[in-house]
């Protein structure tokens, strides 16, 4: 894990890429270093009490749609 | 050219040193009712239907008011055993010397997309105004991401086709520990006669007026 207040990054061996953003009481988890986002948010779970919204819908009044072209910000 | 100009201002009433209460204005709108300027009329039913779900519930002016709706009542008693579940204090005397802060109940309603009532929210805040820094709190602090850097995320992610999570934390502020020594009145609403003249402890960072981030509210 690396440096600053709101982002954090952390890199496997085999240079896969998991990918933490802290906004006040909101994180988005990306990356595709799937093993460690698991573990992530089941270390956040024990820490603190936590809702799992799954996937990225509403973030900061920004609507965010995914399809297989791209993702789409309002 | 220096001279008139003071005479002018000397003129005109100085009333700088008059607090702004005094100050303002009495403005009266009772002669233009705003029924007379707004109405439903030209909405569209289902329009119609979501504005006045919105209007729908009061939000209480006063934990007295509060109290009198089960609703209500009951966020009132979610918020207080989110505080005892978490020690955010402990009812003590209040040692000489010390001030303590003031608190006070807000109340909101959340909305789900759709205009329907997601949930009744109480929550309660220390009056931080009366909050000195250096005695009550040695800084203020929010971890607040930059919208560039999201930016940056999501392209990234839609470009790598990785998978986007996103967690919330329920009472974030609840979960840090005060180092400063802060005490706060008993929340109204809930003095009892066994905690009359006694004042909360504070043992965790709560939600202070002084440090709340727009729009958690």
């Known amino acids: ?74 | 050219m220096e001279t008139s100009d003071c005479e002018n201002t000397a003129s005109v009433i100085d009333d700088s040193n008059i607090p702004i209460a005094l100050r303002k204005g009495v403005r009266s709108c009772t002669s233009h009712p705003i029924s007379k300027f707004v109405s439903y009329e030209g909405l569209s039913p289902t329009y119609h239907a979501f504005v006045s779900t919105i209007d729908s519930i009061q939000i209480p002016k006063s934990i007295e008011e509060a109290l009198k709706d089960s609703g209500w009542r009951k966020a009132v008693s979610d918020e207080i055993s989110a505080l005892n579940k978490n020690r955010t204090w402990e009812i003590s005397e209040l040692p000489p010397g010390k001030k303590p802060v003031g608190c006070k109940w807000l109340f909101t309603i959340k909305h789900k997309a759709d205009g329907s009532i997601e949930r009744l929210k109480a929550c309660l805040v220390a009056k931080g105004f009366t909050q000195s820094n250096g005695i009550d709190y040695q800084e203020t602090f929010a971890p607040v991401a930059k919208l560039n850097t999201i930016r940056v995320l999501m392209s990234l992610a839609a470009n790598q086709d990785w998978p986007l999570h996103q967690l919330d934390i329920k009472n974030a502020f609840l979960n840090g520990d005060l180092v400063e020594e802060v005490y706060i009145e008993i929340p109204p609403g809930l003095e009892t006669s066994s905690n009359v003249n006694r004042v909360c402890r504070l043992k965790k960072i709560t939600i202070w007026t002084q440090t709340i981030p727009s729009g958690m509210v």
């Open chain 1, 1 to 74: 894990m690396s440096n600053s207040h709101t982002l954090f990054v952390k890199t496997s061996p085999e240079k896969e890429i998991a990918i933490l953003i802290v906004y006040v009481d909101d994180f988005i988890l990306t990356g595709d270093y799937e093993e460690e986002l698991v573990r992530l948010k089941k270390l956040l779970a024990k820490e603190f009490e936590i809702k799992d919204l799954g996937y990225l819908k509403y973030f900061l009044g920004m609507e965010v749609a995914r399809s297989r072209k791209g993702i789409y910000v309002s």
